[in-house]
């Protein structure tokens, strides 16, 4: 992607005598990603604050960032909102595949699975806690995408649940949605309840209540 060149104004350059648009360096001078600090200040924002009560000037501000620079890798706050949830949910996907495909039986891999979306929606706290309390401000059509990528990760998860339940491993009893709507409201909650300084550390609660979920799956 082309920057502008070193020293010049994310704002605008100077050509043949006449202003025209810079593009956004896509580094500032620490050599942090701007996309990065952009997302960062969002969050920090929307955490603290809300994101109806999160503007775009102090979202740039705070990042040290022109709008410009902004709309340059965004188009919108609502793509930001978008983007705080969408970078979890990546991390997790690709860490669910390679649960879902190991080699190892199908509790482990579902044991495997089921602590670790809960370590790591822990460790993104402020994302879940931001997204699910400003879901329903997404527009329409990121609504919409947002539905489609947690589908899939549901489907993922589900999968594995249904593999247990076809080989004997698992009880029927059960519908295998229900069980997983029943981890991933736990899950959800997390950022309701957890507190980094409690007496439990985020491996702890993920042992926990992926011990629960498969005890519920138990013959």
């Given at each position: ?26 580094t ?33 501000e ?29 991390v ?32 993104n ?31 993922r ?44 550390s ?18």
């Amino acid at each position: 992607m082309a920057t502008a060149a070193a020293g010049t104004s994310d704002i605008d350059q100077r050509h043949h005598g006449r202003q025209v648009a810079a593009v956004p360096r896509t580094t500032d001078g620490d050599g942090a990603p701007v996309p990065q600090r952009l997302l960062a200040a969002a969050t920090r924002l929307f955490a603290e604050q809300g994101y109806d009560r999160t503007s775009v000037q102090e979202i740039v501000e705070a990042a040290g960032v022109t709008k410009g620079a902004l709309y340059h890798y965004f188009g919108s706050k609502d793509d930001l909102l978008h983007e705080v949830y969408a970078r979890m949910l990546r991390v997790q996907q690709e860490r669910l595949d390679h649960f879902a495909d190991m080699d190892a039986p199908v509790e482990r891999r579902l044991r495997e699975a089921a602590a670790d979306v809960v370590v790591s929606t822990i460790e993104n706290l402020d994302d879940a806690s931001i997204f699910f309390r400003s879901m329903h401000q997404l527009s329409p059509e990121k609504h919409k995408q947002v539905r489609a990528e947690r589908r899939r990760y549901h489907e993922r998860f589900r999968a594995l649940v249904e593999e247990g339940q076809k080989s004997g491993v698992f009880s029927t009893a059960t519908p295998a949605d229900l069980v997983v709507d029943y981890h991933f409201g736990s899950v959800h909650h997390l950022s309701t309840w957890y507190r980094p300084d409690g007496p439990l550390s985020p491996q702890q609660v993920a042992d926990h209540l992926a011990d629960l979920l498969l005890r519920a799956l138990r013959p």
